[in-house]
């Protein structure tokens, strides 16, 4: 399946298709030389976005941290929709990721973002994820935020995922699927997604804040959950706190919630209903 690109005007306007057989980018922009910008990655089924509000917001506040053109939110949701449509009208109803990106753009063409979006299938590993759960291996994100520089765009998604991509092989290349990094005792978040507890009627996860980036897939989850009755709690999370848990999930947009089976050489055993987290989240 290929991949649908649709590239947006960034200051609203048109948008129009692109061949993914053909180049797209010039050579100077910045999302290619400093990883300057900033990305969405959004769950489609059925033809429609899932949690497109809570996108949107994180995507509008991310660009202004990074003193970016805040996006148009009408454009990209539009956008957005319409190539969802287009990819269930090629490929049915099944789910497919939508990544959206802004970066700086050309060195040679100042204040002129480069915006696109992509949609593309599931990767078989998700849904082997899904299936099987995953196995994870601590660690400490190798730099200490102390007191945030008057600069700081700590708390937007930006491209700059190289450190946490170095995680992620290092942990593959030691038979495990995934990190989740750490300050000590405490548990922060996933290269790529949000810790979820489950424990009793109790379900937690570490509160977002410079170290960890406020989950969509999270909030979508706790506003469900806290109306079907659970009790859901943002605060501080310690690796005592995952070996206790009935559960253990990592959760994010498009690969949804996986099961974490095995943390570090300690085999995680789950207890309770095991559909719980992916029902509230609609899977
Ligand atoms: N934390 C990090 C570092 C992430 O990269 C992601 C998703 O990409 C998440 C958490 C989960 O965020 P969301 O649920 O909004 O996809």
Redesign the pocket.
Known sequence: MSPLIYILEPFGGSTREHSPALPMLFWDDAAVTRGDGVF??IRIVAGTPV?LD??LA?FIRSATLLGLPAPNPDHWATATREAAEKWASLHGDGEAACTWTMSRGRASRPDIPSTWLVVKPLSEEILRQHAEGVKVLTGPRGYQLTKPAPWSITGA?TLA?AE?MAALRYARSRGFDDVIFTDGEQVL??????IITVRGNKIRTPQPGAE????????LLFKRALKAGWNCREKPMYYGDLLKADQVWL????RGAVRVTQLDDAPLKSRGDLDTVRELLGR
């Open positions: 969405e990655s949690n809570r996108h994180r998604k995922y946490n978040e996933g290269a790529t997604s949000t960890v980036l406020a989950g969509t897939t999270q909030a959760v994010s947009s498009t």
